[in-house]
């Protein structure tokens, strides 16, 4: 149809209009009425025009919706919502009114045309809006209980990075507020180390990649240093267009705090000593950790070799990452191959999964091979390989991985006559022995007995006397006497079994003569009586030496070494050291 041809005329155009409409002259008279405002008050086709409002609505009503009826009439429009009027029924009802002044060509104000819109339509809408309304307000309490129960901070930023949300977490983190946050660049707001260099979100925004896990520091309230990490996602609208970085924040004070509790127990001072000979190993700890040099801790047992080691671990710039621990003398070569460099699915029974080694779990960080000496010759070969080439494959597989390890070792062998013997690789020694440390033995540096009797009595007073550990009354000068005069096979481990045996003996809150091990107590006897050190075991046979006490010892606990050593009150070790100088391992195993 031509669009020219459709008729148009003004009351057409009005009669269509659902709301219902009415034109009024200056003093009241109704000059037309569409079929919506018949309808709307229940007068159906009555032809309302030449009457007055008043007779289509009470006075009260009339005065209310005619601008003239209060006042001189005005050339701008009125509104006024929820307006009450009676129907020709009788029927009360409310509509939402508006009246606005129709003008001549002088702009005088000539008549008025009042549109009504019945408010049940208009209460159904904004019902329908209420409820939208509410289901928007639960979905959004919904994503912030959400966001508020994750254990990290949340915030977004747009694409230029101010910060739009800033959550409930990321406040307690900071301690910022969000009120301050909101609005500000990221940067000003939080002001991170890495905001002037490598920004995680510039850096996300720039890459189209996210950020896992990337390691800053923001400025918190009062400037103080917040350790955190922070992942970062894209944003996007509704049609899925990147419009701003989500950053999940994890907090990582207490993390860092733990860390450099765990470095200072493990640095140098905090491995107990001060004669001579102990500090000549803090000396070449404190020179080698700043280093990557390998090195080569030698020592009886029981010297505290891996004290050593992690002293020089978290001394150094590798201290925030891993430190592996490897015992070569508890695996054969091939739990040790794969222990080391991993192996892949189906590389030999049991080997239901890929698994990662040593090596790459300590990457980044420090690898300790403790009991080095032990390993086999075919072992020794491939260790001197990685440590070479920096580089390994795991056990059934071809790929070639590379790890950025440093790497510590510790034996209780003598390697340079086990070099000279054709037992241990002499490449493979000097390799390792890049930097050597040598741990002396407890009876070479015996003005260290005192401090650390002192300390594994506060360890201990700790764990068995809790809330009376501070009563504690220490040791007797003649409990010392004997643990100075003592010669510690077992060394700093020995030492430290001694005192926890006693502390679990003491009746009196003191270390007593009485209560320490019996071959530390037969030192106050004489020479060859029973109890004397050379005769501890002996004793058990009266007029017997010391191999036939001792195997009579292992016969009644049916060769169970541990039940035997705590009859003693020795450690086991120092049992086994006694039952192979008399070649009773064999019958032991």
Not at 313 to 331: D, M, Q
Not at 378 to 385: F, N, P, T, Y
Not at 559 to 588: C, F, P, V, Y
Request: negative net charge; charged residues 30%; aromatic residues 6%.
């Amino acid at each position: 149809m031509n669009p020219e041809a459709i008729p148009l005329s003004p009351e057409r155009i009005l009669r269509h209009i659902k709301d219902g409409l009415m034109i009024v002259d200056l003093e009241g008279r109704i000059l037309y009425t569409n079929d919506s405002f018949r309808e709307m008050f229940g007068h159906g086709d009555v032809d309302l025009r030449r009457r007055r409002c008043s007779e289509v609505f009470g006075p009260d009503e009339c005065s209310r919706i005619h601008p003239g009826s209060i006042g001189p009439f005005s050339d701008e429009p009125i509104a006024h919502f929820n307006v009450k009027l009676t129907r020709r029924d009788g029927v009360e009802g409310a509509y939402c009114f508006m009246a606005c002044p129709l003008l001549d060509e002088s702009g005088e104000v000539i008549a008025v045309m009042e549109n009504f819109r019945g408010m049940d339509q208009l209460m159904e809408i904004i019902l329908g809006l209420e409820q939208v309304n509410a289901v928007i307000q639960q979905e959004k309490e919904r994503t912030e209980q959400i966001v508020n129960s994750i254990g990290d901070g949340i915030f977004t930023v747009d694409r230029e990075t101010r910060l739009l949300s800033f959550s409930p977490k990321m406040e307690e983190i900071t301690g910022i507020r969000a009120i301050d946050a909101i609005g500000k660049f990221c940067r000003d707001a939080l002001c991170g180390t890495k905001c002037d260099s490598d920004c995680p979100l510039i850096w996300t925004l720039e890459n189209k990649k996210i950020v896992d896990g990337c390691r800053e520091k923001l400025s918190g309230a009062g400037g103080r240093k917040v350790p955190v990490s922070i992942t970062t996602a894209f944003l996007r609208d509704n049609s899925g267009q990147e419009i701003g970085l989500t950053a999940v924040v994890g907090d990582l004070s207490e993390v860092e705090r733990l860390r450099s509790e765990l470095k200072e127990r493990y640095s140098f001072r905090s491995i107990i000593g001060s004669s001579r000979a102990m500090t000549e190993v803090f000396q070449v700890i404190e020179s080698v950790s700043d280093t990557d040099a390998t090195v080569l801790i030698t020592g009886d047992s029981g010297t505290g070799k891996e004290l050593v080691a992690r002293a020089i671990h978290y001394g150094s710039a590798r201290a925030s990452e891993p430190f592996v621990v490897v015992n070569c003398a508890a695996l054969n070569d091939t739990l040790l191959e794969s222990e080391l460099f991993g192996h892949v699915r189906g590389a030999f029974t049991g080997a239901e999964r890929d698994k990662e080694g040593r090596f790459e779990a300590a990457d980044g960080g420090t690898l300790f091979l403790d009991e080095v000496g032990d390993t086999s010759p075919a072992m020794q070969a491939k260790l001197l390989r990685v440590l070479q080439e920096k580089s390994f494959e795991r056990v059934g597989d071809s790929r070639t991985h590379r790890v950025n390890v440093r790497v510590l070792a510790a034996t209780n062998r003598d390697l340079e006559a086990r070099v000279g013997a054709g037992q241990f690789r002499e490449d493979l020694f000097y390799r390792l022995n890049v930097v050597p440390i040598r741990v002396p033995a407890l009876k070479e540096r015996r003005d260290d007995i005192p401090l650390l009797v002192d300390h594994f009595m506060e360890k201990y007073a700790k764990k068995y006397y809790a809330e009376r550990a501070e009563t504690f009354g220490g040791v007797t000068n003649r409990a010392l006497g004997l643990l100075m005069e003592y010669g510690w096979p077992g060394n700093v481990r020995e030492l430290e079994h001694a005192i926890e045996y006693a502390m679990i003996s003491a009746r009196n809150n003191r270390i007593e003569r009485a209560y320490l091990p019996a071959v530390i107590r037969g030192l106050a006897l004489p020479p060859g009586s029973p109890g004397a050190p050379e005769l501890v075991v002996a004793r058990v046979t009266p007029g017997g030496g010391e191999e036939q006490g001792l195997r009579e010892l292992l016969e009644r606990h049916r060769w169970n070494a541990s039940r035997a050593a705590k009859e003693l009150g020795i450690s086991r070790t120092t049992l086994w050291r006694r039952m192979k100088k008399h070649d009773l391992l064999q019958k032991h195993s």
